[in-house]
């Protein structure tokens, strides 16, 4: 069921694209986008390792008709912790570097707020050591590409100045890690909560 | 209206299969695992050789000797990155045994019966008693059960020389109610039938008779004697002439301030390679210790050879010593070892 998802999304999207597109002659514009949101991986242990104040920055832009958009959005999210060393009275560190690529589906349904739903390619990096760097058998990484999943968000519009608006979004994101053979790290979900705050602009 | 609703309904099914994901678990993994092995099982009591009266009981206590393995994983942990690596640690311990672990076993159940450690006397005879764990086997302890007269042990030695006024007589007696006596004098007996007494010294030689004896209408008696030779130090101050396997042997003792000192020489004979060597003029230098018992060293050296060695005694009875020597003979870069014993009378 869970590997089937991303697959689920494709679909909404498609379906979305039919039920809102507004392609009735209505007016072609480009969005602009550029947010910060505060993300929290609902993995285990990730707020153990990395805390709570990790920042998700983001820059995307979008083809849309009247009330409806195509967006495409670049996200990078790192943070550094600590990891957890266990038996051995070491510090242990590490780092998290997670990029992905978002397609999503916008619509307004009226002018100040919107939602969107959309699908997630990306790669997850995790590197781990400890304050003793000659003991390398406590030293490794994990990183993994083609991470799928989708997101779904509810976001509101404040008009600022020389068309520019201010946005809010609350999201939600599924990512799914990439099934490995043999991998205990199967079907764990790297996405989770995230709040934006950001700036677009329409042309 | 209609589109709002739909996206009030895509909104709660995307918020139910988010929910579904809190539901992933972690594997934790132990970090230490202690594994014991019993390699060894001992039993034992407070005696070497149980004496036990017929009716009576004691107890015995257990101890395994355990090969323990701490396995320690020492590990690293990310949110997707894991590392370890196992560290083994073999040791071996002692631990006190229940005694209803064991399966305890008395070769003669018709001489003493052993249930969880408890040993009781049934009748006159000797026996041995032995726990067993699994297929593991202890060590085994004698059991004497008395009957009719006591059974009485006087601890070694039973002949003793002491350069002081006092000596000690010890060892176990076991049986009925009795009496025990050191040449008439009472002496205290513990609940486990172990007795220590504290006895003065004459000069010269001490006799004590120690006699156990039943509290009934027979009086079943049993003695046993010990002799303690008292003497002073200045008694062995002199001359004393001797002799080894086949040489003479002589020495003097010297008294130097609180010191007693034994020098002298003395003469050996070595077949080395087929040959016959006599080595003559050997020194004995040493000193008499506390106890009375000497320990000297033992040395020659000439272009020919060089000797080495020790040489242990003490003093048997009144004017007379013995003991034995041990030498190590270097000759032509090649040594030998050589040993003999030595008796010396004071002249």
């Given at each position: ?203 | ?19 579904s994901i809190f539901t992933q678990m972690c594997n934790e993994k132990p970090e230490s695992k ?101 297929s593991l086997l202890s060590n085994s302890i004698v059991v004497r059960v008395a009957s009719g ?199």
């Amino acid at each position: 069921m869970i590997k089937r998802i991303p697959k689920l999304f494709y679909y909404f999207i498609f379906i979305l694209s039919f039920l809102f597109g507004d392609t009735g002659g209505g007016k072609l514009s480009l969005i602009l986008i550029g947010n910060v949101g505060s993300f929290s991986p609902v993995v285990n242990n990730f707020t153990t390792i990395y805390g709570n104040s990790n920042y998700n920055l983001r820059g995307g832009l979008g083809l849309g008709w009247n009330k409806s958009f195509f967006l495409i959005k670049y996200n990078q999210f790192n943070a550094e912790g600590e990891s957890i060393v266990k038996s051995i009275d070491l510090t242990g560190s590490a780092t998290w570097n997670q990029e992905f690529i978002s397609l999503g589906f916008r619509y307004y349904p009226e002018k100040n707020y919107y939602s969107e739903v959309g699908i997630i390619l990306g790669k997850v990096k995790e590197t781990i050591t400890t304050s003793v760097p000659i003991l390398t058998d406590l030293n490794t990484d994990f990183s993994t590409n083609q991470n799928q999943g989708g997101y779904f968000l509810y976001g509101f519009n404040f008009p600022f100045i020389l068309g520019i608006v201010i946005n809010g979004e609350i999201e939600y994101d599924l990512i799914y890690l990439k099934p490995y053979k043999n991998n205990r790290n199967d079907n764990l979900n790297l996405g989770g909560p995230m709040i934006n705050v950001g700036a677009s602009i329409v042309f | 209206m209609l589109e709002q609703v739909l996206f009030f309904k895509l909104r709660f099914i995307l918020i139910c299969l988010s929910i579904s994901i809190f539901t992933q678990m972690c594997n934790e993994k132990p970090e230490s695992k202690i594994t014991t092995t019993l390699l060894k099982l001992n039993i034992f009591s407070e005696m070497d050789t149980i004496l036990l009266g017929e009716g009576k009981i004691i107890n015995l206590s257990a101890e395994g000797i355990y090969s323990q393995k701490d396995k320690i994983t020492i590990s690293n942990n990310g949110v997707l990155s894991y590392t370890e690596y196992v560290e083994i640690n073999i040791d071996t311990i002692v631990q006190s045994l229940n005694n209803k672990d064991i399966t305890w076993i008395s070769a003669d159940q018709f001489v003493a019966q052993v249930s969880n450690g408890t040993i009781l006397g049934i009748s006159k005879g000797e026996t041995n008693i032995t726990g067993k764990i699994d297929s593991l086997l202890s060590n085994s302890i004698v059991v004497r059960v008395a009957s009719g007269e006591p059974l009485l042990s006087i601890n070694p030695p039973i002949f003793e020389v002491l350069f002081q006024s006092e000596g000690t007589i010890s060892g176990w007696v076991v049986g009925g109610e009795l009496d025990l006596t050191i040449n008439d004098n009472i002496v205290n007996v513990s609940e486990n039938g172990q007795f220590e007494e504290i006895v003065s010294l004459e000069a010269g030689v001490n006799d004590f008779i120690v006699i156990a004896k039943n509290i009934d209408e027979l009086g079943l008696s049993v003695s046993k004697t010990k002799q303690i030779l008292y003497l002073f130090f200045d008694d062995i101050v002199g001359n004393w002439e001797g002799e080894t396997l086949t040489r003479p042997f002589s020495f003097n003792i010297y008294k130097l301030g609180d010191e007693y000192l034994i020098a002298g020489t003395m003469t050996i004979d070595l077949t080395f390679f087929g040959g016959e060597y006599i080595v003559e003029n050997i020194a004995v230098l040493g000193l008499i210790n506390s106890d009375g018992t000497i320990d000297a060293e033992l040395s020659l050296s000439t272009s020919d050879f060089s000797v080495t060695g020790s040489l242990e005694g003490s003093f048997s009875n009144e004017g007379t010593a013995g003991g034995s020597f041990t030498l190590s003979v270097g000759m032509f870069g090649v040594s030998i070892a050589h040993s003999e014993q030595w008796t010396a009378v004071k002249q």
